[in-house]
């Protein structure tokens, strides 16, 4: 019997007892049912599903894995870029200021960007994301004032993390659940070769030219490396209309006032203003306090941190109502489905858990109590990232070979917050450069198989028609727990450090502990304040207590992740049937009712061989 054939009835006999006994649970079920509010963007990419061809879907994705490795060198030229770019200006201390920009539009942008693409269509919102993009990069590279070039930074994070959460919409519009981990960690890769290239291009261009062109050349390579993936999506959506099948048009109506009604009730613009007001007033707050003068005690803080929270509360109220929000942007069933709920938690506590550890003060805490290089501090810290990616690729393989996930999440939740435990085991300042390096390891592989699976499973337990927004929402609310924990380790490290640089400096040095908190050179500076000198031992007193306090914060923070997972649906990713129209890699069947193709035939030769 062909795998493909026995993979087929054990999908359909699968999906008949799931839904016999378990009829009141939304998912699955709402991944298994039709959905019969399809709207324009999603029927589009159906339509060209169902017609897509071998040539086509390489080209797509060819060109996304280019830009992928366009993107990653990209961020790693222009963070060295944006130092530079400030100073220009005589404002090198508003870099945080353009961090805080940054930060806050990559978290509201994504909500509105994957309700665009269930609207407008797939080729449409890619068109926006790189139209943003190319225009944030002209207006930094000819921005004359650091007010031109903050506000660029919203143009920019508006295109990078558009274009970011359509890839990974993409990749749930053209995979099967089985592969879908694998084709999503694909972005990934490109990090494990360009981190290396960044500072070598960002130097070239530094000394050949001006710090212009370090964001100029984007504008140009950008819209350039597009072309193949819009001539490919714009091809498939005209072979569509030639085969007969329908590409509807969001723009329906007989008057203006009724085209705009329609784009009103079908963005659901209202729930979107409601979500990103939220989203920025929640931000804003914690991402300033711990700098601004006064802190929590500044009323304008605190107004915005409540108008937030009371609009976050709002916002399910009027999802849920159906007759303020007939087409939601999350729609009513998700906010009642068990693993989309734990699955945003989890990204929440993950990421919150990651903003008291290894970013942002680690790099620092080694340059002061390590005394490392500046080269051997950056690579420590990188090592987060390079074990993360290998890990997600590698339980990704595990995923498509077996067909769960859970058991992977619970495995790197265990693993993630045993890294914690390590990291904080060693905090003390004759760790040697390996057990550093181990504890980044162990963070890093918990961080692979805990990230990639959940949005996994997050994604499984929408419909076709939802699971953009069970992405963006999940991506969202990663976004928010790195805010949250990033503006918990500011508020530790700003308030502790100098109280105990005052407490433990001597006599002769206690004056300076203002400038030595506030000079990462001076603190690091083993010359002036050499081993076994007690300014030196309580510089690292000070910063080493402090790192510990943060330590701990991490530790509460990841501690939630390991029941959570506990309750995830344990999904049987191939028995399920796959919420996808149309044409998809890895499936077993093409759903036009065809047999054969490249994909199909790679895909039984995988199940005949397990």
């Known amino acids: 019997m062909a795998g493909g054939d026995l993979g087929l ?85 508003l870099v945080s200021t353009v961090t805080v920009v940054q930060g806050v539009v990559s978290a509201v942008i994504k909500p509105p960007m994957g309700k665009i693409a269930d609207v407008f269509g ?54 099967d659940l089985s592969n879908r981990a694998l084709f999503s960690t694909l972005f990934d890769v490109p990090f494990l070769w360009m981190v290396w290239a960044g500072p ?14 370090g964001y100029g050349i984007w504008a140009i390579i950008m819209p350039i490396c597009f072309i193949p993936l819009a001539g490919s999506l714009w091809w498939s959506q005209q072979r569509a209309k030639e085969r007969g099948q329908a590409i509807p048009s969001a723009l329906r109506g007989q008057s203006k006032f009724q085209v705009l009604e329609n784009l009103w009730i079908d963005l659901d613009v209202f729930g979107l203003l409601l979500l990103a007001a939220a989203v920025s007033l929640i931000l804003l707050p914690l991402t300033l306090a711990p700098s601004a003068e006064g802190k929590w005690r500044n009323p304008s803080m605190i107004a915005m941190l409540v108008t937030g929270i009371l609009f976050l509360i709002v916002f399910p109220f009027w999802e849920t109502s159906t007759k303020l929000a007939p087409r939601a942007f999350f729609p009513p069933n998700l906010f009642r489905n068990r693993t989309i709920i734990l699955g945003t938690l989890i990204a929440f506590f993950y990421f919150m858990a990651f903003y008291m550890s290894v970013f942002p003060y680690f790099y620092s805490y080694l340059l002061i109590v390590q005394n490392k290089s500046i080269t051997t501090a950056g690579n420590i810290t990188r090592v987060f990232s390079l074990s993360s990616t290998v890990s997600s690729i590698v ?57 990639v699976p959940v949005q996994l499973g997050v994604q499984a337990s929408a419909s076709h028609q939802q699971v953009a927004a069970a992405t963006t929402v999940w991506l969202t609310l990663l976004e928010v727990g790195g805010a949250v924990g990033s503006a918990i380790s500011g508020a530790i490290w700003s308030t502790y450090v100098p109280r105990k640089l005052q407490q433990y400096l001597p006599a002769e040095t206690v004056a300076n502990a203002t400038i030595i908190f506030g000079d990462i050179t001076m603190s690091s500076d083993y010359i002036t304040y050499p081993h076994g000198s007690p300014t030196r031992i309580a ?15 991490a530790l509460i923070a990841a501690t939630p992740i390991v ?38 035939r790679w895909s039984r030769r995988q199940e005949t061989s397990i």
């Open 122 to 175: 797939r080729l449409e919102s890619f068109t926006i994301s790189i139209l943003l993009y190319t225009i944030g990069y002209i207006q930094q590279a000819a921005s004359t004032n650091v007010e031109t070039f903050a506000s660029a930074q919203i143009f920019w994070a508006a295109g990078f993390n558009g274009f970011q959460i359509l890839q990974q919409i993409f990749v749930a519009d053209t995979t």
């Open 563 to 600: 029941p959570l997972t506990l309750f995830l649906k344990n999904y049987k990713l191939r028995e399920m049937k796959q919420p996808v129209e149309g044409r998809v890699i890895g499936s077993a069947e093409r759903r036009t009712g065809q047999n054969g193709g490249f994909w199909q």
């Open 9 to 93: 009835r054990l999908s359909e006999r699968r999906v008949q007892d799931d839904q016999s006994e378990n009829t009141h649970d939304a998912i699955p079920n709402g991944a298994l049912n039709e959905d019969p509010d399809t709207q324009a963007g999603v029927a589009r990419i159906e339509a060209v599903s169902r017609t897509w061809d071998n040539p086509s879907l390489i080209i797509a994705y060819l060109t996304l894995f280019l830009i992928a490795n366009v993107t990653s060198l990209e961020l790693q030229v222009t963070s060295l870029m944006t130092p530079y770019a400030t100073s220009a200006f005589q404002q090198h201390s």
């Open 200 to 213: 070598e291009l960002s130097t070239n261009i530094l000394d050949s030219t001006t710090w212009r062109w």
């Open 539 to 553: 510089i690292n007193r000070a910063y080493q207590e402090t790192m510990r306090l943060l330590l701990i914060g």
């Open 395 to 451: 339980v990704s393989l595990l995923i498509k070979f077996t067909g769960h996930y859970k058991y992977y999440v619970t495995v790197g939740s265990c693993i993630y917050l045993l890294g914690m435990g390590i990291m904080f085991r060693y905090r003390n300042e004759d760790a040697s450069t390996a057990t550093l390096v181990g504890t980044q390891i162990a963070i890093g592989v918990g961080g692979g198989f805990l990230n």
